[in-house]
């Protein structure tokens, strides 16, 4: 059991840094001297993110996969 629980903290914290550098990186967009946007695009950003990450929370929470969409476009 103890094998699985490091696999999972070694696995798991990487992961959380990498969508952390990754939410850091869209952060650099908001930027207005360098990028036009509007507040709907901020809203469906925030949706599908927000979706996103409700699904994967609920995963742990059932123990089963999280599905749903990976793409995104405006």
């Known amino acids: 059991m103890k094998e699985k629980r490091d696999r999972f903290a070694k696995v798991a914290a990487s992961r959380v840094q990498k969508a952390l550098d990754a939410l850091e990186s869209l952060s650099k967009c908001s ?30 929470r ?6 749903g969409a990976n793409t995104f476009k405006f």
């Not at 930027?31 to 742990?60: C, G, H, I």
């Not at 059932?62 to 599905?67: F, L, R, T, V, Y």
């Open 31 to 60: 930027n207005r001297s360098n990028y036009e946007y509007t507040e709907t695009d901020v809203k469906k950003m925030s949706r599908v993110l927000n979706d996103k990450l409700k699904t994967t929370l609920a995963a742990f």
């Open 62 to 67: 059932s123990g089963s996969d999280a599905k």
